[in-house]
């Protein structure tokens, strides 16, 4: 069975084909009903292939060589274990709601748009999903860099406004900068081991240095850290929500950019045997979290705030992988993705309502116009702000619990993490949704609910992002209740034997969870009194301006590299090139011509001179063969 | 001393003063005259190194013929009014110089050859009468002597294509 | 000897032509005739199919080298009246006495390429250069002309009077002036001879114009009358290149190496000289003079290698370096102005002329394909196999690269720039010649053995 | 023979056009020779690929010993095949273009075509020259005759700074002639182990004019200039082939015969690349000319093949192969949407350019593609050469700073991506304006034409196993001449 | 008398010529300064001759000779020169009334 996995990313493929090379002949549902339905049918595979791997049917299969010189030998193979097969759950599963989302969403497109729209969603799933089944890590590179241009694509879909333009160029490069990283670890890889294959490398890992296998993952994780928006690389992704809705929900929350916690989860075993890249993780995934929400507090854009909140639960991930709580970065990641693109869906829609109104001070009261969409996104809020039962809650505290195992301190700024995301989430709900509509006439006039293509996913989401937690249960609640963890065990057990996770006793977890809890219910009571009756509507002022201005990270950037690059490049051509290197070029032409012009006088046409000359040259010709040479 | 030294410094004391005279001469006609002061100087010494042919051909052809040529032209074209002819001292001063110059290295370099152990053999030897060089002209320099008749041809040829009006 | 002996005759001929026969176009065949004739004799006697014993004396000596040079300069010669004999009319009244010194010279080359001793080394110069005066003056209502005969003159009749000095000396250090002793190692007299030598030298470096003792060469090929400037530039240049390199194997190649200094000074400063100061001229005529210098330059390195590479090579050289140079001449003389501006658009109007041109001139600048390549190839080839002085070698090739400039200015002009070049009527017969010798500097460049081969046997 | 007749269909071509005087006809008559020439090269991939074959061995001159022996190896294959490609290609888009005396344009481009092949198919190193210089003579022309208004100064710059570099490489080449027994063979120099010392110099004789023509830091700035000026379809034989001609040399002229040169040499010459990289990268940044911006993405590619080359180890020269090849391709392309660009709108200054991709997205997904894959995005055919070259550089074992080179080396992915998106971006995305509101869709020529690029781009792309396997054994056998460790 | 002297004598003639040559401007005079140097020359190989007859008489009585001869030659060659040399110069002094080495100065540079 497994052998059909070539199918999952084959028929996005076609699918991209299909509707990028037709896109001006099909009709709109049909492209929409082939956009979708290549999704569908991989996901039903992936459900398929994920049950026999559930039945312990795990393998890798080759489709063919990729590039192989002397020793090394690079195939193009897929790897289906526990880990991708419910990576191709997740992506499969969201993405192909989010295409059912998106025929609705992008209904106004006009013909040809629409197609291109579907078609680079269908290749963004198939590079994800090669991302994902990559057995080694050059295919992962592919994926990497396929999801990359994807974006890059999708972010400045509308390509007739520059600023759209700039976002997607500002991914992409930013994306670069960490693939180099990554491409240089796999250079390393194949300088040390040989090998690429998942298999090969993790098995002679131990063979290598301690210092290089730090190398090493510290040049993944700059791969992780453009990827997965993490400090410093993390400023594109809030400017990446200049794409369509749907696809910041797809791309930017619950896919492409878990790709890092993908790939160091895969690559677990390097990374716990080299502690300090391991810190190193957790300390930027914190301190991306703790920044990133408090940016959020002061947002007033409805996706920047998910943008921000993406951005910091991504850093929790990031500290859940550091502290070595792999299967809780993984539970993370398909709980927040769960409830990260339902809310995004919930934007979209609300935006969708308001006619591309995103600043939400001029919403507020929206909930008796949008009842379905209302609910769904207040389960969301629930479900990231880490309420029992809701699926946020299980994940969020399984890596808080292993933070406070390997340093309370970790533990301590990510319980006020959370507090802060409960507390910009309801600001957000409440800012949205309750209160009385402060927009403008004909935009509440127009105001309605969205058609059935967009409410159902929503609830479909709503009900995973509810009970999405519940494969994970801890065991305080229920005895050997986490069935994530042991389905993930076959993927972690060689990082775990090597270093054992010590497990808290039950009173303490108890304690953690209670703190946790806590301090969202206050902030999210807080939250909605403040701002159901009278929120902030004016621009934010002293501190509060530079969380609005985002720490003035992008000018930072500006001033500290774009610019300088600039001038620099300019000072090169200007100066180096043509008064430089060129002159001197040119400089021998000129000499030639000058010492032409100074020879021809010697050539005075009188007799008299010539003759003087040759008896000169006769005397030097005497003085060289007489008296010189001895 | 040898009469042969005292003429032979004489000779030149002659020929180097005269030849000094050509260039120094203001007026191109003295110039001519000293010119042929000084071959029949030089014919002297032929006459001390015992080679009469060539002391009567030089006479003949240099002192007589061409020199004779040079004063028609000379006089045909009254040259001889001074036409002060005077490139500037700075010239005249540097082709002094040169011309010392290349004098001063020339004898540098041949004065400790081998040569001036060797003595020339003045007033005796028969090589310079006619009979032997008549003999050697029409045996080995007979390809020469009939070639030389092409050069004066050309000559000829030459002069007048040059010379005649049109 | 056939071709010393006809030469002399046909000189003699064309002389007495100029009194019996009036119309050109007879005297003009007749010349050419004679020039075939001497090629078929010559190619005859360095076939051994037909000479006349003449028992020279050891005067002369007639080896192949210098008898695959005189056949080389016949055709050259051929193709140059072929070429130029009738502008040869428009330069003065006196056709016949031309082409009869122009004979002249050719029976001059002809002794000089087979001396065997100074004296006859000394009178075939003095046979060439003596025309050569009156032809460079040959047109006497010229202010140019005048001047450029009267220097060439002076200084040609100094460098004889240096010539003689030198062999003065050498006679006075060998006692005798056969070419077989000046290879004599000497004892006592080893200055003198050093010192005769060395004045040699200077008067050859003169007459194939090596710096610094050129100077006489722009301005007299300047001056003269564009017909004669292409034979002297040409035929006769590769002739005194063919007598120095038959003196310098003699008399310099044996002790080399006290030599070598002296001839890598003359030839960078040959190449410099020559290639930078062509840079700036204006006239394509006063250009190709300074081009010859470095041309000469080049040939040099014939003499500089002294091995079996520089003989061959030198010989190719001639033929090419003739060959191109005679038609750039030829179509030179045709141009109105003669100026580069002058050849601004020739392409469109004479597209056939820009086309063998710029072959000739590629030729020149020694790019592949052209006999020039071989011809320049060959030279660096007996160089680099001498193994001293690579600096020298590099120095060369970058003059080529500078020379390369003055070239294509030509080429530029033909080809890229707008303009009318003016040519004067051209016959369709000038047109065959012209593309016949396009075709042998080509055949040349992709086959150089085809003329080489006959050095052998 | 088919290497033969890889000289002598375009020699011949070319000859015959200068006697049509049609245009239409020429044209036609110069796209039927180019595709013969490809027909015959894929015969020798494919049917006929003995050596019998391949190879061709004639006296030529005897007396210096040089024969006329020309002959295709795994990299004459590759590159043969490149050059085979590229002219069919750039006839057919630049099929609309119409030239003054157009059968002499076409003329000149198969003689070119005809030098070019000789050039990578020479075996003998007189040979060699002969091309190397017959092959710059009728771009000279092209470039003086068809090109922009500065175009007499600019060629003319170029074609001295070649014809320099070369005369010098000729003295190189005699030199080693001499120490090679008079022997111009290509196998008898790959055998001569010259010491040391001789080598140290000898290398730069030869490297000079390999250098100018690549053309590596600071041996360039005849390239921008003359990429400029010349008329694109030119352009695309100057840098889509002709500077291959210098990566070429190297590798079969340069590194087996001076292999202590190479290494002695290795880490100048790769700083020298490593600065030419950077700095043309970041010029490329600020160009507002397609055209320049174009030739300096090519300076900063050729530098990376450059660097590779010295790493002397497999994965490097492989990468360095497969990278000849799909730039040639890859520029090719980009050189095509050049021309159509501003042969439709008269410009080649992307501030004046913008919103085409509303006008003619047909093209815009091309170029877009074209460009990725120049960026050497992973399953386009810059991905594998880069790859291999990076992974060769990186774990180089004659130099000590491998790491630090292919670090540096990679910054310029980083700094190709700003640019090659700064240039779509300019040209085709952003809101239409006066002088691209009229665009219309692209002839199909062009279209086509780059179509078989792009479907060239992913064919080697995602499966370049062919390509290396053709190579694989040249390389084994250059190594074994090469100095590969320390 | 020591071979040495003529030779010394003789240079001094032959540099005197070329002195002349460089100071003078009068064509004629150049050109008899030039006749100059090769009487200096003719002198040095009859001495010459004069000196390889009494070294090798011995065996050969007639040693030496051809230097003489040449000196013969050379006259030969001299007296052709001049006619054709005053020719020239009659021709030029024809054309400008002069016969000023530096008068015709159009050919420079």
């Known amino acids: 069975m497994s052998q059909l996995v070539f199918l999952v990313p084959l028929f996005p493929l076609l699918g991209f084909l299909i509707n990028g090379l037709l896109r001006k002949q099909l009709s709109k549902p049909a492209t929409g009903f082939i956009g979708s339905g290549a999704i569908l049918i991989s996901f039903i595979i992936s459900v398929v292939l994920f049950l026999d791997v559930k039945a312990g049917k795990t393998g890798v299969v080759e489709l063919f060589d990729f590039i192989s010189f002397g020793k090394v030998h690079i195939p193009f193979a897929f790897l289906v274990d526990q880990l991708s097969s419910l990576f191709l759950l997740v992506i499969t599963g969201v993405g192909f709601l989010i295409h059912l989302y998106s025929t609705a969403y992008m209904h106004e497109e006009e013909n040809q748009h629409f197609a291109r729209y579907f078609s680079y969603l269908n290749l963004f799933i198939f590079s994800m999903l090669l991302l994902v089944l990559g057995a080694n890590y050059v295919v992962m590179f592919i994926g990497w860099e396929g999801v990359g241009l994807c974006s890059y694509l999708l972010i400045g879909f509308w390509f007739k406004n520059n600023a759209y333009n700039n976002a997607a160029k500002k991914a992409f490069v930013m994306n670069r900068i960490g693939d180099l990283g990554f491409l240089i670890a796999i250079f390393y890889l194949l300088a040390t081991i040989g090998s690429v294959t998942y298999s090969e490398v993790f098995a002679h890992a131990p063979e290598l240095s301690a210092t290089t296998l730090t190398i090493i993952t510290l040049l993944l994780f700059v791969g992780a850290t453009g990827k997965s928006a993490q400090i410093p690389l993390y400023t594109w992704l809030p400017d990446a929500m200049a794409g369509p809705t749907p696809v910041s929900a797809l791309i930017h929350a619950a896919t492409m950019v878990t790709a890092g916690i993908y790939m160091i989860a895969r690559s677990n075993i390097l990374y716990t045997m080299a502690p300090v890249s391991q810190s190193v993780v957790a300390i930027v995934g914190l301190a991306t979290a703790v920044l990133a929400a408090t940016i959020a507090l002061k947002q007033n854009d409805i996706k920047k705030v998910l943008a921000y909140s993406t951005v910091s639960q991504l850093g929790y991930m990031f500290l859940g992988l550091g502290v070595g709580a792999y299967t809780g970065a993984v539970f993370h990641v398909i709980t927040h993705a769960f409830f990260k693109a339902l809310l995004f869906l919930g934007a979209g829609a609300v935006i969708h309502a308001m006619h591309h109104e995103q600043d939400i001070r001029r919403m507020g009261g929206l909930k008796k116009y949008l009842p379905i969409t209302h609910i769904t996104f207040l389960l969301g809020c629930i479900a990231i702000a880490g309420i029992p039962p809701f699926s946020g809650f299980f994940s969020k505290d399984e890596i808080l619990a292993a933070a406070y195992e390997s340093n309370k301190i970790y533990w301590v700024i990510g319980v006020l993490t959370a507090g802060m995301t409960a507390f910009y989430m309801f600001r957000l709900y409440a800012t949205t949704f309750l209160g009385k509509f402060r927009g403008t006439h004909d935009q509440e006039h127009h105001l309605h609910e969205s058609p059935a293509a967009m409410t159902i996913p929503l609830v479909v989401l709503a009900v995973l992002a509810v009970a999405g937690g519940w494969i994970g249960i801890p065991d305080v609640f229920i005895k050997d209740g986490h069935w994530l963890e042991h389905f993930l065990h076959p993927i972690f057990e060689a990082s775990y034997k090597l270093k054992e996770a010590h497990v808290a006793d039950h009173n303490t977890e108890f304690m953690l969870m209670g703190v946790s809890v806590l301090l969202a219910v206050i902030a999210i009571v807080y939250a909605l009194n403040k701002f159901s009756k009278k929120p902030d509507l004016q621009e934010a002022d002293g501190f509060g301006k530079v969380l609005a201005n985002k720490w003035y990270a992008d000018e930072f950037y500006d001033a500290l590299i774009v610019k300088p690059l600039n001038r620099f490049s300019k000072f090169l051509d200007n100066v180096i090139e043509k008064s430089g290197i060129d002159w001197l070029v040119n400089g021998v032409g000129r000499g030639v011509q000058y010492s032409s012009r100074q020879l021809r006088l010697l050539q005075s046409g009188q007799v008299g001179s010539y003759v003087l000359l040759m008896i000169a040259g006769i005397i030097m010709l005497f003085v060289l063969q007489f008296f010189l040479k001895k | 001393m040898a009469i042969t030294q005292i003429l032979f410094w004489f000779l030149t004391a002659l020929a180097i003063g005269s030849a000094l005279m050509v260039v120094l001469s203001k007026n191109p006609v003295y110039s001519v005259l000293f010119l042929i002061v000084a071959f029949f100087a030089i014919s002297g010494h032929y006459i001390l190194l015992n080679a009469q042919f060539l002391a009567i051909v030089n006479i003949i052809v240099y002192a007589g013929a061409i020199m004779v040529l040079f004063l028609f032209v000379i006089m045909l074209m009254n040259l001889n009014a001074d036409l002060n002819l005077k490139n500037n001292k700075l010239v005249r001063f540097a082709g002094f110089l040169a011309g010392m110059c290349l004098f001063l290295v020339m004898v540098a370099a041949l004065k400790d050859a081998a040569t001036k152990k060797q003595l020339v053999q003045t007033t005796a030897g028969d090589i310079g009468l006619i009979k032997n060089l008549g003999l050697a002209l029409f045996n080995e320099y007979v390809v020469p002597f009939e070639i030389s008749s092409v050069l004066f041809l050309s000559a000829m040829v030459g002069a007048v294509v040059i010379g005649k009006k049109e | 000897m056939n071709a010393i002996i006809f030469s002399a005759i046909w000189g003699v001929l064309m002389m007495f032509s100029g009194i019996f026969i009036k119309t050109k176009a007879v005297i003009r065949n007749l010349a050419i005739a004679g020039v075939a004739l001497l090629l078929v004799v010559n190619l005859a006697e360095l076939n051994h199919l037909l000479n006349l014993h003449i028992n020279v004396r050891g005067m002369l000596v007639f080896d192949s080298f210098g008898m695959l040079f005189n056949s080389i300069a016949f055709a050259a010669t051929l193709i140059y009246f072929l070429l130029s004999a009738r502008d040869i009319e428009d330069v003065g009244v006196n056709q016949a006495e031309y082409l009869a010194l122009i004979f002249f010279v050719l029976c001059g080359i002809s002794i000089a390429s087979s001396f065997n001793t100074l004296l006859m080394l000394f009178l075939g110069i003095e046979i060439i250069s003596i025309p050569l005066y009156i032809l460079t003056g040959s047109d006497k209502k010229n202010l140019k002309s005048n001047e450029a005969s009267l220097k060439y003159f002076l200084m040609g009749s100094f460098s004889t009077g240096i010539m003689l000095m030198g062999i003065a000396l050498i006679y006075g250090a060998t006692g005798s002036f056969a070419v077989v002793n000046l290879a004599k190692q000497l004892d006592g007299f080893a200055p003198v001879m050093m010192a005769g030598l060395l004045l040699l030298l200077v008067s050859m470096s003169f007459k194939v114009s090596a710096a610094p003792f050129h100077f006489w060469t722009p301005d007299v090929y300047d001056g003269a009358p564009t017909v004669f400037t292409s034979f002297m530039a040409t035929i006769v240049k590769a002739g005194l290149f063919i007598t120095f390199v038959r003196l310098f194997d003699a008399a310099y190649g044996p002790s080399l190496a006290q030599w070598r200094l002296t001839i890598a000074f003359i030839i960078a400063a040959t190449l410099f000289i020559g290639n930078i100061t062509a840079v700036f001229q204006r006239s394509v005529k006063r250009m190709l003079a300074y081009s010859s210098i470095a041309q000469a330059g080049f040939m040099f390195f014939a003499l500089f290698g002294y091995n079996e590479y520089a003989k061959e090579g030198i010989i190719l050289y001639a033929a090419a370096y003739s060959l191109a140079t005679i038609g750039i001449f030829a179509i030179l003389i045709k141009m109105k102005d003669y100026t580069f501006d002058g050849y601004n658009g020739l392409a469109k109007q004479q597209p056939l002329l820009a086309f063998v041109n710029t072959i000739f001139l590629l030729s020149l600048a020694g790019i592949p394909l052209t006999a020039g390549f071989f011809a320049k190839y060959y030279m660096l080839l007996a160089a680099v196999k001498s193994g001293a002085y690579l600096w020298l070698v590099i120095f060369a090739v970058l003059c080529a690269a500078v020379s390369a400039y003055y070239y294509f200015r030509v080429i530029q002009a033909m080809y890229f720039k707008e303009g009318n070049g003016q040519v004067k009527e051209i016959s369709p017969g000038f047109k065959l010649v012209l593309g016949i010798l396009a075709g042998l500097v080509i055949l040349l460049g992709l086959f150089p053995q085809l003329l080489l081969v006959h050095l052998y046997f | ?486 | 008398m020591p071979v040495n002297y003529y030779i010394f004598v003789s240079l001094a003639l032959f540099c005197i010529g070329v002195i002349g040559v460089l100071t003078r401007r009068n064509a004629i005079i150049v050109f008899m300064c030039i006749e100059l140097m090769l009487n200096a020359v003719n002198l040095l190989l009859v001495a010459f001759s004069k000196m390889h007859h009494v070294m090798n008489v011995a065996v050969n009585p007639s040693a030496g000779i051809d230097g003489q001869l040449f000196v013969f030659f050379i006259m030969v060659v001299a007296a052709a020169e001049v006619s054709v040399g005053l020719a020239i110069i009659v021709m030029m002094y024809r054309n400008t009334h002069s016969v000023d080495i530096n008068f015709l100065n159009r050919l420079k540079h």
């Open chain 4, 1 to 486: 023979m088919i290497a033969v007749l890889l000289i002598m269909i375009p020699l011949l071509g070319g000859l015959l056009l200068f006697t049509v005087k049609n245009e239409g006809s020429a044209k036609s008559i110069a796209l039927f020779t180019s595709i013969a020439v490809l027909a015959v090269s894929l015969l020798g991939l494919t049917v006929m690929n003995s050596p019998a074959d391949l190879n061709c061995d004639l006296r030529w001159i005897s007396a210096l010993n040089s024969r006329f022996h020309v002959g295709l190896d795994g990299m004459g294959q590759l590159i043969c095949l490149l050059t085979a490609i590229s002219f069919p290609l750039i006839f057919v888009a630049t099929w609309s273009n119409v030239y003054k005396n157009g059968n002499r344009f076409y003329a000149l481009m198969l003689l070119s075509q005809a030098g070019l092949m000789g050039v990578f198919l020479a075996m003998d190193a007189l040979l060699f020259y002969f091309f190397w210089e017959l092959a710059l003579i009728p771009v000279y022309f092209l470039s003086s005759i068809w090109g922009g208004e500065k175009r007499i100064a600019a060629t003319f710059k170029f074609f001295v700074y070649t014809f320099a570099g070369s005369l010098i490489m000729l003295v190189g080449i005699i030199y080693i002639y001499f120490q090679a027994g008079q022997s111009f063979d290509m196998h008898a120099w790959y055998n001569l182990k010259l010491d040391a010392g001789t080598q140290n110099w000898l290398f730069w004789l030869l490297f000079t004019a390999f250098a100018i023509k690549m053309p590596i830091w600071p041996f360039h700035t005849w390239q921008p200039d003359a990429y400029e000026q010349s008329p694109t379809a030119v352009t695309m034989v100057l840098s889509g082939i002709m500077v291959k001609m210098g990566v070429f040399a190297v590798i079969r002229w340069l590194a087996p015969v001076l292999p202590d040169g190479t290494y002695l040499w290795g880490d100048t010459v790769s700083l020298l690349c490593l600065t030419g990289m950077i700095y043309a990268s970041l010029i490329a940044i600020k160009q507002d000319d397609l055209k320049r911006l174009i030739a300096y993405s090519s300076i900063a590619h050729v530098g990376l093949m450059c660097l590779a080359i010295f790493a002397s180890n497999k994965s490097g020269l492989q990468g360095t192969m497969m990278q000849m090849f799909s730039h040639g391709v890859n520029i090719i392309g980009l050189w095509i949407v050049a021309n159509t660009i501003e042969t439709k709108y008269g410009t080649r200054k992307l501030s004046e350019l913008g919103g085409l991709a509303q006008k003619d997205p047909a093209l815009a997904i091309l170029l877009v593609i074209v460009a990725l894959a120049n960026i050497a995005l992973p399953l386009t055919n810059g991905f594998v050469g880069e790859f291999m070259m990076f992974n060769g550089v990186f774990s180089s074992s004659v130099t000590r700073y491998g790491v630090i080179d292919m670090a540096v080396a990679g910054i310029c992915i980083i700094l190709s991506a700003v640019y090659t998106l700064n240039m779509i971006k300019k040209i085709f995305y952003g809101d239409s304006n006066t002088l691209t509101k009229s665009g219309t869709p692209t002839s199909f020529p062009v279209l086509a034409s780059l179509s078989v690029i792009v479907v060239l781009i992913f064919i080697t792309g995602v499966y370049p196993k062919p390509m290396l396997q053709l190579t694989n054994d040249t390389v084994d056998a250059i190594l074994r001449y090469m100095k590969t460790s320390i």
